[in-house]
């Protein structure tokens, strides 16, 4: 699965004002919303949902990055947002450090192999340094559309 | 000689190693001073098991077969209580 299939190019954001994880989470709801893949009504549950997933554990992996998901019957292929926060946001991260790059995803509730495959892609660009130096740094929406491209082909050097 | 340790192991619950489990599998297994990797039996090569991230590259879905090795002078205890938690589903099985 490629980043650029999953990631919706309008719900790109490089810097999202925010302040807390909750307000990040539904910034990244809203992303989605405004790019027409999340209907209004669906806005206020997803975002209480994936609130919930994460109280139980938080997705704040280390290395300033988080990946919020949530699994739902109303969607019918993942899709994914992200959102860069300059200041850095507590979510409550492993490490215990500020996540400076959010990817949100939604995945189809019934086919849990999409959703592995989904953060197949995700991790694997994720846990390369350069891939994340790359997306903290990213000011625009182009920068990080190439940055997913160039993370697709695999042509990320060290 | 290090001590090793190696065990095969399916993936049963349902939902595959996803973000949940993935931690859980990390987490125990950096209570252990061995090196612990984790591989696909499809795979070449295994990956860290301290690692989350690493484990997530996996995308070990529901029946899929791996390989847990330890080397260090835990690596019996580690390979034994990974291995436990793989086959009994992560509890949510």
Sequence with gaps: ?158 | MTPSATQKVKVTNRLGLHARPAMLLAETAQQFGSDVTVQRTDQDAGVDAKSIMQIMMLAATAGTELIIAASGDDADAAVQELAALVKAGFDEV
């Excluded at chain 1, 807390?20 to 405004?34: G, K, N």
């Excluded at chain 1, 660009?125 to 940055?147: G, H, I, M, N, P």
Aim: hydrophobic share 45%; glycine share 6%.
């Design chain 1, 1 to 158: 699965m490629k980043l650029t299939d999953i990631v919706v190019h309008k719900a790109i954001s490089p810097s999202l004002d925010v302040t807390t994880r909750d307000e990040t989470i539904a910034a990244l709801i809203d992303l989605l919303v405004e790019a027409g893949e999340v209907s209004a009504d669906d806005r206020a549950p997803f975002i209480k949902a994936v609130i919930k997933r994460e109280n139980r554990g938080s997705t704040g992996f280390g290395n300033g990055v988080a990946v919020p998901h949530l699994k739902q019957a109303s969607v019918t292929k993942v899709i994914a947002a992200i959102a860069n926060v300059t200041e850095g946001v507590d979510f409550n991260a492993l490490d215990g450090n500020p996540v400076y790059s959010i990817f949100l995803l939604i995945s189809p509730e019934d086919q849990p192999e999409l959703h592995l495959e989904a953060m197949e892609a995700v991790f694997g660009s994720l846990s390369q340094d350069t891939f994340r130096r790359f997306l903290r740094q990213a000011s625009t929406v182009k920068e990080v559309v190439t940055l997913l491209k160039d993370a697709d082909s695999q042509q990320l050097s060290a």
